[in-house]
């Protein structure tokens, strides 16, 4: 299988905290990376800053970064964002923006979605987003 998948925050956090074997997320992250299957975008960049304890692990989550496939929201997605997030208020899903940009990144670029997000699971019954969830 050759899937990308686009690797959300909740993901990513859950990679930093656990050693390999102390967590399925944490290990199924680091299968995308050493099988050249994981994605991310900019904006899950700047969420994981958000968190950083210090500058070094926020250089850190930017080398990590670097080295991996990325996708970006050009004009067009950030208009298919906005109708997004109007299609989901009208589902009666209130999601972030932020996760709302993010499963949008995945969308339009055909790619699953892995997350340990309630949010996502929310967004998935109004939009075609494809998640690998680690949810209960």
Do not use: C, K
């Not at 050693?19 to 299968?31: F, L, N, Q, T």
């Not at 926020?58 to 050009?74: G, K, M, Q, T």
């Not at 932020?98 to 939009?127: E, M, N, Y």
């Amino acid at each position: 299988m050759n899937e990308q998948v686009l690797i959300d925050t909740s993901a990513w956090i859950e990679f930093s905290r656990h050693a390999p074997g102390r967590s399925a997320v944490g290990d199924e992250v680091r299968a995308l990376i050493e099988s050249d299957r994981a994605v991310v975008t900019q904006i899950i960049l700047v969420e994981l800053a958000r968190g950083a304890r210090n500058e070094e692990e926020l250089d850190s989550w930017a080398d990590i970064f670097s080295a991996l496939n990325a996708v970006s929201l050009d004009e067009s997605a950030w208009w298919e964002a906005a109708r997004n997030s109007f299609m989901l208020g009208r589902g009666g899903v209130n999601a972030p923006v932020v996760d709302t940009v993010i499963a949008t990144a995945a969308i339009s670029h055909g790619i699953s979605l892995l997350h340990r997000d309630r949010h996502f699971i929310g967004i998935a019954r109004v939009l075609p987003l494809e998640q690998y969830s680690f949810t209960q």
